[in-house]
Every structure is written in structure tokens, then in C-alpha cells.
């Protein structure tokens, strides 16, 4: 990867052209799908009861958004455009499918566990809006980091929502107890929908703090 | 970029192909691992129904090789029959389960049933697949639901086959407490039980 020059961008610095940084740290931090877009959430609040199935979604995410935005990148000067969200969803739909059949062959309990959630990954909106929004207009390598830097923007705030739910909700971390004996009663509330509402409403409202008034000029 | 209607048909056509393949294949090579493994999981409900002791973290391969060593599985008229003979010194007795399937309120309910030697004694009972309505007729999958059959018996003093489930009333030796809110459930399940439970009485009769 590191001896190949992309040759079609112009004053190339790097990679990406001098622009891969500034996309990852917009789709992972500042433009956040998750916690700033409101994307995804329906299945944010759905598997993040447990740690690992958090972090097996977010990784599913990760292979889709950047494979599927590589492949849409590629294929944008060919795609007729009038069929070109059906061809999104065609190449999406492929990488979901490959990553749900390599679950139910490899990782059998988690295909369980995430039921039809993976299969969903299909119609998330964060997948579909990059191959949109950034893979229609932007070279394959670059479309590559944006994929993965939304994927990790989804990622991360997954594994910190499925992180506190399992620790409250069952007290315990990867499946081992941490929290438990007599001072300590998990709260089911928290594997519950409710608690993924709170947990994942708590989650926003912190990253929006911690991201201070920058994020409101970049509203206007 | 002009196209024209070939051309964008012509593209549809390549593409879906390419993706076709690409799934088509992935999905010859994960086939093995993906029957195993829904294989594995049938012998885990067998195995848990029968009250086998396997170890909770084996794989699918080790379960199998549990399921092949301890369960004999027999073909007997309609039914397939998963007997456990379990070893003279373990105390405990032989096992014999029977799975049951049909329709529930929302979707189909398949479950195992596992009798005493007697054949007439519950030993056990579980629902492998149910999609009823989380919290209401859901609870069948629950263990307390589930554990009220176990000693129950399939035929009662009378010499009747067939299971009650009802709430209220006097407690028999074939009878069972219903779940509250969860009527329409219940009664299919009764149904589907009492299908299984005459096929077996007729099956151990004979």
C-alpha cells in the first residue's frame, strides 16, 4: 500500500492527497455518524447489551462502510446515475451478506446473539449516506479512510454504550464478573431498551460537550 | 457522462452478476460450517433436554462427538426417538426425547420433550424456537415455565393421554399452570404437546 502513488490527485501529499487525516478525524470525532448525525441508532440500541457484540457489530460496520465505499469509489465514473443508489445498495448488500455468512460459519454464538442485525447493516443509513455523500465523488483510497473513520466514529461509541450496559445491566466485563457479591445487584433496566435509550443519550450528550461550540459553527 | 439505456442494462446486468458470484461462492465455501453448526446446535438442545453433562464451552466438533458417544438416535414409526443410556454406576436413568414442532401464535414453536424410562414421566421439556410475544407467551422458554413439567406425567390416573395447560382449577398429575396474558399461547402449545404425546403413547404402546 505505502509504494503505490495514487497518480490522479494533483499536488499529492501522502496517500490521500493530503486530505486522509482531516477525513478520518471527520467521520471518527467531528463529524461523528453516531453521536452527531443521529444515524444508526436503531441498531446502536439494539445489540449493545454485551461488550462483545458491540464491538462484532462495530467491526461488521467498519469492513462494510470501507469495502462498499472502495468498490462504489472505483466504480463512479462507469455507474450510470440513474441506477446508482441500487448499485450502492447491491455492493453493500454483498459485503453484509459475505461478513453474516463468515459469522454463521465461524463465530456461531455471536451470529446468534446478533440475530437479523447484521443482515440489517444492508439498509444503515451511515453505509448508504458515505457511499452517497463521499464515494460517488472522491478517489477509491480516500473513500476507503472515510469508510473506516465512520466505521470507528459507529465503533467506538458502540463499544462505549455496550461497555457500561454490561457492566451495570449484569456487572460484568467480556462475560467475567467484575461487579458482583453482596454490595452490588446488576440493574436489568440497563440491557433493557430503556437503558439503551439512557446509555446512548448519556453517550451524545458528553461527546457533544466534549466536542464544545466548534460543533455548532459547523452546524451553520 | 451520457449513457444510454444498453448501457446502464448492460451494467445492472454485470453487476448483479459479480455480486451473484462473489455471494454464491462465499456462501458454498461457509455451507459446511454453517450446517455443523446448526447441526451442533440441535445435538446441544438434545443433549440439554436428555440432561447430558457436556462441558457448557465445548465446539461444535466436541459436541458432536458427546451426541455421538452417549445418544442413540432410532427411527420408530413416525418418530425419531434420542435415547440416552446413561452408564449403570451414574445413577442416573434412561432418557428417551422426542421433538415436537407446530404453530404457535406468531410463528412456529419446535421443541424437544424427554421422557422417563416408563415413557410416561416428563423429564424434561424445551422450545428451541418460539417467537412469541417477548414477556407474555414468550415465557414458555422460561425455566420455571418449563420446570412445572418436569415429573408430570403424559397419561393421567384415568388412563387419558394428553397434557392440561390451565390456570386454576385442581392440580393433576398431567396438568400444568398456564402463564397469565399468555392464553393463545398456551393453548397452542397444548396442542402441539398433546399431537407429539398421542404419536408417542401410540409409538410405546405398540
Known amino acids: 500500500m505505502a509504494n503505490s502513488q495514487p497518480p490522479l490527485v494533483p499536488c499529492s501529499k501522502g496517500l490521500c492527497g493530503g486530505k486522509g487525516l482531516l477525513t478520518l478525524k471527520e467521520g471518527a470525532w467531528s463529524n461523528n455518524p453516531l453521536a452527531i448525525q443521529m444515524l444508526g441508532i436503531c441498531s446502536a440500541l439494539a445489540v449493545t447489551n454485551r461488550l462483545e457484540s458491540s464491538l462484532v457489530m462495530g467491526a461488521a460496520l467498519i469492513f462494510v462502510s470501507a469495502c462498499s465505499n472502495l468498490f462504489v469509489s472505483l466504480l463512479r465514473k462507469h ?27 465461524f463465530y456461531w454464538d455471536m451470529s446468534k446473539q446478533l440475530g437479523p442485525y447484521v443482515g440489517l447493516i444492508i439498509t444503515n443509513c451511515i453505509v ?21 473513520a465512520n466505521g470507528l ?29 453482596e454490595w452490588y445487584t446488576p440493574n436489568q433496566l440497563m440491557i433493557l431498551a430503556p437503558g439503551a435509550f439512557f446509555a446512548l443519550g448519556i453517550v451524545i450528550a458528553i461527546f457533544n460537550a466534549l466536542r464544545g461550540p466548534q460543533g455548532e459553527e459547523n452546524k451553520k | 457522462m451520457k449513457q444510454g439505456s444498453f448501457y446502464t442494462l448492460g451494467y445492472a446486468g454485470a453487476l448483479g452478476s459479480v455480486c451473484a458470484l462473489l455471494l454464491t461462492a462465499a456462501s458454498s465455501f461457509t455451507a459446511p460450517y454453517r450446517l455443523a453448526n446448526a447441526d451442533a446446535e440441535m445435538k446441544r438442545n438434545i443433549l440439554d433436554v436428555l440432561g447430558v453433562r457436556y462441558s457448557p464451552d465445548a465446539s461444535s466438533r466436541q459436541l458432536l462427538e458427546v451426541f ?13 426417538l434420542y435415547r440416552y443410556i446413561p452408564p449403570a454406576d451414574s445413577g442416573e436413568v434412561e432418557t428417551v426425547a422426542v421433538a415436537f414442532a407446530g404453530p404457535g401464535l406468531w410463528g412456529p414453536i419446535k421443541g424437544l420433550i424427554a421422557l422417563g424410562p416408563d415413557a410416561e414421566t416428563i423429564r424434561g421439556l424445551t422450545f428451541y424456537e418460539q417467537e412469541e ?74
Not at chain 2, 455421538?68 to 425419531?80: F, H, I, N, P, R
Not at chain 2, 408430570?152 to 387419558?160: P, S
Not at chain 2, 382449577?169 to 398433546?194: F, P, R, W
Open chain 2, 68 to 80: 455421538a458417544a452417549k445418544v442413540k438416535q432410532e427411527d420408530s414409526g413416525e418418530l425419531t
Open chain 1, 153 to 181: 466514529g459507529y465503533a467506538v461509541i458502540l463499544a462505549i454504550i455496550g461497555f457500561f450496559r454490561e457492566l451495570f445491566g449484569t456487572g460484568q466485563f467480556f462475560g467475567c464478573v467484575v461487579l458482583g457479591g
Open chain 2, 133 to 206: 410475544t417477548p414477556g407474555l407467551g414468550g415465557e414458555i422458554a422460561s425455566q420455571s415455565f418449563r420446570e412445572q413439567f418436569e415429573g408430570k406425567k403424559i397419561v393421567d390416573e384415568a388412563g387419558n393421554v394428553g397434557i392440561i395447560i390451565k390456570s386454576g382449577g385442581q392440580s393433576a398429575i398431567n396438568k400444568v399452570d398456564a402463564i397469565t396474558g399468555a392464553t393463545m399461547t398456551c393453548d397452542k402449545v397444548e396442542v402441539i404437546l398433546n399431537e407429539a404425546v398421542r404419536k408417542i403413547v401410540k409409538e410405546f404402546k405398540k
Open chain 1, 79 to 105: 455507474t450510470p446515475h440513474r441506477i446508482r443508489m441500487i448499485a450502492e445498495v447491491a455492493i453493500i448488500a454483498t459485503f453484509v451478506i459475505l461478513f453474516d455468512q463468515f459469522l454463521k460459519a
Open chain 1, 128 to 148: 448508504m449516506g458515505r457511499a452517497e455523500a463521499f464515494a460517488l465523488q472522491n478517489p477509491p483510497l480516500l473513500s476507503v479512510v472515510d469508510g473506516v
